[in-house]
């Protein structure tokens, strides 16, 4: 080899090197890099995440109080606390893997196109803390997992971060929809009375009993199975509901509710009102104790007054077959 050659050589290696390492520097600069600077530090400082959609449409408000997080658009009903939090802190320690593109025409493939379009199909979120706002247009989530593409609101280079989001933009996608957790071991009578008279009722013989009977079931008549009725008994074991509302927005009907009636070893008696509305039923609630039941203990009343309190002034909304078991008619349990 020649000398000319080995110069070339070498020269060539030199700059291949110089290229490799500024190459790493640059990806290890951009993989470092903090999404929302500062969020971090703010987290326990923010007061309202807004959350915007196709034509710079605002869909939901979680507002911070001074005891809890609540959806403004439903009334300021409790919202969903750890999913709150976990998009937050997901958020505040995003960092961006790679810049993506520029180009506004490329933008919706990615999903970060600008949230005033007609056509957006990202979400705006807007995190406004005591001291400070943060803005990001969040586009396709899930991303190889646990990464997601995203853009600030006032710069061109949309970016893919690593980020596990979970962000959803209708109100009801943010409410806390745990309701009632009573097992059916602890509910000893349901009776459903219907507008037009028809009375249902179902009973355990005992505590420990293994199904729920049907009462003043007529003679010669069987149940569609041995347990045909604790699908009803079981009713309040875990309920969630789909969306909640304030009377003044459901649009009731003016017609009596079938009212469905639980009574609890412990005295707890709740009762669920199904009105019907111009598209679908609600379901309000009403809590209180056995009255005839001098022996019932203070715990009992305590837990009806809690439970008014939390939730006597809301219309809900249940998902179907929750629904259908609140409004059983003694045909449906029997052959």
């Known amino acids: 080899m020649n000398r000319r050659t080995f110069i070339i050589l070498l020269t060539t290696i030199f700059v291949m090197s110089l290229l490799l390492l500024l190459n790493r520097d640059n990806f290890e600069r951009v993989e470092t890099s903090v999404v929302l600077p500062g969020l971090d530090t703010a987290l326990n400082d923010i007061t309202k995440l807004t959350i ?3 034509g710079n449409r605002t869909v939901t408000t979680l507002m911070r109080g001074t005891e809890r997080w609540t959806v403004v658009e439903r009334g300021h009903y409790p919202a969903d606390v750890g999913k709150i939090r976990q998009n937050l802190i997901a958020l505040a320690n995003a960092m961006v ?3 993506k593109t520029a180009d506004p025409a490329l933008y919706a493939r990615l999903g970060v196109e600008d949230i005033a379009s007609a056509d957006a199909t990202g979400i705006e979120l807007i995190i406004d803390s ?7 247009i969040v586009g396709m989530t899930g991303i190889r997992g646990s990464q997601a593409y995203a853009r600030l609101p006032d710069t061109d280079t949309s970016l893919l971060i690593a980020a596990n989001l979970e962000l959803d933009s209708e109100p009801a996608d943010w409410l806390d929809h745990t309701l009632i957790d009573i097992p059916a071991s602890d509910i000893v009578r349901v009776t459903t009375t219907h507008p037009d008279g028809e009375t249902v009722a179902i009973e355990k013989n005992a505590p420990d009993a293994g199904n729920f009977e049907l009462v ?4 010669d008549s069987e149940l569609t199975t041995p347990g045909a009725a604790n699908s009803i008994g079981s009713l309040l074991t875990g309920l969630t509901f789909d969306d909640v509302l304030t009377r003044e927005n459901a649009g009731l009907q003016d017609q009596q509710p079938v009212v469905t009636r639980f009574v609890t070893l412990a005295g707890l008696v709740i009762i ?3 009105h019907p509305g111009t598209e679908q039923n609600f379901v309000s609630f009403e809590f209180t104790t056995v009255a005839e039941d001098e022996a019932s203990p203070a715990s009992a009343s305590a837990k009806a007054d809690e439970l008014n309190a939390r939730y006597g002034n809301w219309l809900f909304i249940l998902p179907s077959y929750k629904l259908e078991q609140l409004t059983r008619r003694q045909a449906d349990l029997l052959k």
């Open 97 to 99: 893997i790679e810049e």
């Open 272 to 274: 669920a009102n199904i």
């Open 216 to 219: 003043n079931q007529p003679v």
């Open 52 to 54: 915007k959609t196709a």
């Open 130 to 136: 005591l001291n400070s706002s943060y803005r990001i």
